[in-house]
């Protein structure tokens, strides 16, 4: 079965969830232009879940993917929270903001069941996962709702697993993806594979269809990844700029400069490596740190230099999430990029 009939849509093309960048109005305009749209729901809880798939579904009759992670929360380390704030110091020191009155939170959930009540109620076409896929009795609920199951996976191990868990398409993300890593048994970052060269392995090693996600940014990239025997694609950072995005100016503006050239995967914004674009931060702790707590909880102390600075139309705390290839982002309308795309099929 091919992907567009196996998720009930036209193109098969994904517009990957950004959380922290869009919202129900994104997904809306790439579903209603034949792509499957994608909400993001990792930061949302019950009640804003609802609101957005409220709004999505005023605005769409049309399948879409509600995405969620499903990490295991850490249990809190007073003492790693406290380095972590000294590390920060200086950078409150210098946007005068007072340590102590930074609240301490994950920032992202993983999925519940109380999430699972509302997909009952409103029965998406697709759910996806980061990080691997839901304890069984979670999975089975999705399932029962109707829904279509993808996942990521990063290494061939990752791909075998997410078959033998009842996956009905694997994301093949490669390390040019933009965002975090959807690595789940393996957190060694020496093990990630590029999209052109993790694609076929993935495609010879499991029965079910494999999606290619990373550093595909025009329709030229859809056709190769389609002639390396992608069954579709999923495309984030070229979405950052489309009009119904909730990108920020800052992140923007970044993306349309000469920094979006140089992306890394760093660990500071929320304790799992991400890829971003490089800024002040990243060049002076270092990407990659022992210092930052683990997933999600590295965030909250992020935060606050994020907002001050940002205020003053800075980038320098902010978690600039972009893949390698930010040239496909254009000031345009999803609808409109979504057929620039899709061209790539049609050759």
């Known amino acids: 079965m091919s992907l567009s009939a196996l998720l009930g849509i036209e193109l098969p093309l994904i517009q990957a969830p950004m959380a922290g960048v869009q919202d129900h109005r994104l997904a809306a305009a790439v579903s209603n232009s034949g792509a499957l749209g994608s909400l993001p729901c990792a930061m949302l ?24 992670f499903c990490h295991t929360p850490p249990a809190p380390q007073t003492q790693q929270e406290a380095a972590w704030r000294e590390a920060l110091g200086p950078y409150y020191a210098e946007l005068g903001i007072d340590p102590a009155s930074i609240a301490t939170g994950p920032g992202r959930q993983p999925f519940s069941a ?12 697709v759910v996806s996962f980061h990080f691997g896929l839901p304890e069984a009795a979670l999975l089975a609920r999705v399932k029962a709702c109707g829904a279509k199951v993808l996942s990521s996976a990063t290494t061939v191990e990752e791909a075998l697993w997410l078959e033998a868990h009842g996956a009905d398409a694997i994301i093949a993300q490669g390390l040019e993806a933009g965002g975090h890593r959807g690595h789940f048994l393996d957190m060694d970052l020496s093990r990630q594979l590029g999209t052109f060269a993790l694609l076929p392995q993935l495609v010879q090693a499991v029965s079910v269809p494999v999606i290619a996600a990373g550093g595909i ?10 002639a390396l025997g ?3 694609v999923q495309i984030g950072t070229a979405y950052l700029c489309c009009d119904e995005a909730s990108t920020s100016a800052v992140h923007r ?11 890394a995967l760093t660990n500071l914004f929320s304790g799992r490596p991400a890829r971003g ?45 972009a893949g390698q290839n930010a040239s496909g982002c254009k000031a345009i309308g999803a609808s409109e990029l979504t057929r620039e795309l899709a061209q790539g099929f049609s050759h």
């Open 45 to 68: 809880d019950a009640a804003g879940l609802r609101r957005e798939l409220t709004a999505l579904t005023e605005k769409t009759c049309k399948p879409f993917n509600l995405n969620f």
């Open 114 to 125: 109380e999430l699972a009540d509302l997909l009952d109620e409103f029965r998406p076409a």
């Open 217 to 226: 940014a025009d329709a030229a990239g859809v056709r190769a990844a389609m």
């Open 230 to 232: 992608a069954a579709g």
């Open 253 to 263: 503006a970044a993306l349309h400069s000469p920094a979006a050239q140089h992306t």
């Open 277 to 321: 674009i490089v800024n002040r931060l990243m060049r002076e702790l270092g990407p990659i740190t022992p210092l930052a707590p683990a997933f999600p909880l590295a965030t909250s102390a992020i935060a606050p230099l994020r907002s001050a600075a940002e205020s003053q139309g800075s980038g320098d705390f902010s978690p600039l999430w």
